[in-house]
């Protein structure tokens, strides 16, 4: 009994011991400094919520729970150290605590519930240990001191709003093992100029990284298969994206307003542009489709081109306005700088040039160059590129300007068909090659005497035609056989 005595005797005024249960409201306005009993597992919601001159908290290991609001409001505490012990974190368990530096959590706890830590407004660093699997909605959010956030292998889920307004937060690495991340998780952070995206994710949630105005460029790996709506809207510094091939859904206004965008390059799993998805990006000049395969009519190039039939193009009419138009028929990329978009035709053109022998190709790479509307990339991607024109109906200056991608006068189809049509040529003449020396070996036995340049059998032209039937090559005709 004595010992006890001494010791609160000895300890500052306000001290409290909590041994569990109810505090008095008027102990809960006086109180600045808390130790919690060993024997305590459990801090009751609203234990200590509005003790704004607590400044000293020490939490006991073996402490499992901490309620909701148990430290709501608790304007001038310091820090804080999470015990290792602890398990469940309650919403809003420490929100409000304007005060609040330092935040140490020990390995053990699994969540941090919703809000646990939001609006405190001083808080600089914070490290999440291994065990923290799921980051409540709004967990951190409003923390406008944050500049320094660590994210461990573990985290599985980033909720909704987690880091919302942490405006001074310059660098996000989130971990492969993140699968979710919620809408609006990074919304506002005006600060964040990094951001560094490890494969693993899937999904990034709506206005996940909306109005980072200092984000200049991103990555995303191809684990992520889908971007909700307005993810980087408001981007404004955003000059480069990487979209890489698994992505398979763009959302509404996912850059929309991402004025310092210049280029993007849709990879070919993308079956969904969502309603804006660029919309008043006024830099971009340069859009890229990798899934020409479905976008265009290649009959058209093989048959109709030669024969003046306009009734169809080269452009896949239907699947180009579902992957280019919203629902009211609005252009996706209305008031960007684009006056066209470019299709890559690589799996019809690039894949043949390869099989050529060197200097052939760099004749189809010459031809190429010459072609106003395709353009060869240093990749060796051939693109063909559809002018981006006015659709009105009218004149009328009052109507909206709608805009659609068109083939104009079948230029780009007639641009592509005469880059095949030399493929076609190269082909055939190293197919014709390969016959006559196959011929001029047969003529030759162990006993002839016959002088074998005299043996060579050049191939007739019809049989060159069935040649060029057999390998496809049909519509290309005339003006690939030598000589014609």
């Not at 060029?468 to 090559?473: D, I």
Request: charged letters at 25%.
């Amino acid at each position: 009994m004595g010992d006890r005595l001494q010791q609160a005797a000895s300890q500052p005024e306000g001290f409290l011991l909590y041994e569990g249960g109810k505090v008095a409201e008027e102990l809960r306005r006086s109180v600045t400094h808390i130790r919690v009993a060993p024997h305590v597992r459990k801090i009751p919601d609203l234990a200590f919520r509005g003790c704004d001159k607590l400044i000293d908290l020490q939490l006991n290991e073996g402490l499992q729970v901490i309620g909701e609001r148990a430290f709501y409001g608790c304007g001038s505490l310091l820090n804080v150290k999470i015990p290792s012990s602890l398990t469940k974190l309650g919403q809003w368990a420490f929100s409000y605590c304007s005060g609040l530096i330092v935040l140490q959590l020990e390995g053990g706890v699994q969540s941090i519930g919703d809000y646990a830590f939001s609006y405190c407004a001083a808080l600089r660093h914070v490290t999440l240990p291994p065990s923290v699997a799921a980051i409540g909605e709004g967990a951190f959010c409003r923390c406008s001191r944050l500049v320094e956030l660590q994210l461990k292998e573990g985290l599985q889920d980033i909720g909704s709003g987690a880091f919302e307004g942490c405006k001074s937060l310059r660098s996000v690495t989130l971990p492969s093992s993140l699968i979710n991340l919620g809408d609006g998780a990074f919304f506002r952070c005006s600060g964040l100029i990094e951001l560094r995206v490890n494969e693993g994710l899937q999904v990034i949630g709506g206005g996940a990284f909306q109005d980072c105005t200092e984000l200049q460029s991103v990555a995303l790996p191809s684990s992520i298969t889908n971007l909700g709506d307005d993810a980087f809207c408001g981007c404004t510094n955003l000059a480069r994206v990487s979209l890489n091939k698994g992505l398979r859904i763009i959302g509404e206004a996912v850059f929309g307003d991402c004025t310092a965008l210049r280029s993007v390059t849709v990879p070919s799993t993308v079956t969904e542009l969502g309603a804006c998805a660029f919309c008043d990006c006024t830099s971009l000049y340069e859009v890229i489709l990798l899934g020409g395969r479905r976008l265009l009519n290649l009959e058209f190039v093989n048959v109709c081109v030669q024969r003046e039939e306009q009734e169809q193009g080269l452009l896949d009419r239907e699947a180009l306005d579902e992957m280019l138009l919203d629902e009211d028929r609005e252009f996706i990329f209305s008031d960007c700088l684009l006056n066209d978009v470019k299709v890559s035709i690589s799996w019809a053109v690039t894949e043949r040039m390869a099989r050529l022998p060197h200097e052939c190709m760099l004749s189809v790479e010459e031809k190429i160059h010459n072609m106003r509307r395709l353009e060869l990339q240093q990749d060796g991607n051939v693109l063909a590129c559809f002018p981006v024109v006015d659709s009105r109906v009218t004149d009328d200056e009052a109507q909206d300007k709608t805009f659609e991608v068109r083939d104009t006068n079948n230029e780009t189809a007639r641009s592509l068909h005469q880059v095949l049509q030399l493929i076609a040529f190269h082909e055939l003449k190293e197919s014709s090659i390969v016959i006559e020396l196959a011929m001029w070996m047969s003529r030759i036995d162990g006993t002839t005497t016959v002088q074998r340049a005299n043996c060579r059998v050049a191939v007739p032209d019809p049989a060159k035609i069935l040649i060029m039937e057999y390998c496809g090559f049909a519509g290309f005709l005339e003006p690939a056989i030598e000589g014609a």
